[in-house]
Each structure stands twice: as structure tokens, then as C-alpha cells.
């Protein structure tokens, strides 16, 4: 399980991190998997990663460490300048806490890059390429190989659609997927809405689609991006068409 967002244009690194690190800590909503036990009971503690646009190629930054409490290396990643920056935070659900499990995930295929993080789980097998081959062991990076592989038939958007409607023994699954020209959430029908609805809120100067509303940005508007929903986003633009998954 995870927490995670994508912000395009110009915003502080500095609030989205802020902002995600009381996220992780599980502080801000009751959910289907912390109702029973309240609010700080399902923290996001095995690690984190962030991938950000520099000179239009993808940079990667991952540690296993809390998010939460990870301040020093996070100092100089508040400071970058970007147009595009993913966030994804890590709760382990039957992997190990190790960077190769560690989300984004990076691909360089016939010289175009692709970032992917995911939240939720797939319990079957999922079936890729072999040309592509999985690092560590979750889900989560097989799962990007299988959008990939439908990729190779399918427009990126058409591809997320019929790979995540292929595998039905999943809780949910939330994926975000960005080349340096467009950005892509997915987010497949579930009956966990509260955990694995997501928001998006936009301004003259950015976008952002998080795991949940930040709180230093509350005053903003957010919509609601509900299960059964794929958003296409230009990443320059941010213009942003809907699809659904059917």
C-alpha cells in the first residue's frame, strides 16, 4: 500500500514533500484501513522515492527510510526546480523494504524513459514481455512491464485501461505513469473508495493529483478522481482528457 501524487508546473518541492510527509504519517483522514484503529495506525514507513524533470530526462531519488522522518536527505530535494515531479511513499505488503522495491519505477525503452508508481496490490500472476525484467519483487514493478507490454499495441492510455481491468484478484489499484511529454493516473474500480480515491486540484501555475488533498493547500479546490477513472495530462499544457476503465 502507498501514498503517492504527480504536480505539474511551477510549486515548491518543499510544500509537496511537507505535505506528504503528514500524509505518510497517517494523520489526515479515516479510511476503509484505519477506521477501526484511528488515525496514525496505518503510517507509510518502508521507504519513498520521487522522480523530477531535469533538462527533459527523469531523475530518481530513492531511500528505505520513513519518510517522515528522513529529513536530511529530503533538505536538498526541497530546493530543486522542476516542471514535473512524482512522490510516492511506501507501506510494504508482502515484499521486502529494499530500493529495488522501492517506488518510481524507471524504464528507458527505445530511447523514451517512463516513471511508474503504483498503489494496491494484484494477487495473481501478471504476465508481461520477457524483454523486460523485474528487478525486485513486487507486484507493483510487474504490473508496469504488463502496461508496457499492451503498450507496444496500444496508446498508453488504451494499454492502462486493459491491463487493469485484466487482473480481477486485486483490492484496488492506483497507478501513475509519466514519459516527459505526458502524464497518465489510473485508478480501477474498487470497493475500498475512501482509501483509493484520489484528488486533483489545478491552478493558472500547477497540478497536482495526490493520494489525498494537501493541507497546506486546502483552500484550493479539489475534485474527486473516483475509481473507474484514467486522466490523460499533458505534461507543458496540462491540459487533461478522461477515460474510463471499463
Known sequence: MFCMLVA????PARILIDNMQTIAEDK????EHNEQRGLGSWAHKDGWGIAYLQKERWIIKKSIAPFFEDKSSLQEIKKITTSALILHVRKASGSSVALRNTHPFFLEKNKREYVFCHN????EKISYHPHFVAQGETDSEQLFYSILTAGEKYS??????KTVTQYTKKRGTNIILSTKDKTYVGIAPTAYVKYYTMSFTQTPQFLIVSSEPLQELKSLHWEN????TILEIDNKSRKI????VE
Request: aromatic share 8%.
Open 225 to 228: 478522481v473516483l475509481p473507474g
Open 8 to 11: 505539474l508546473g511551477k510549486i
Open 241 to 244: 482528457k478522461k477515460y474510463p
Open 120 to 123: 494496491g496490490d494484484v494477487n
Open 156 to 161: 498508453l492510455w488504451k494499454a492502462i485501461q
Open 28 to 31: 489526515t483522514i479515516i479510511h
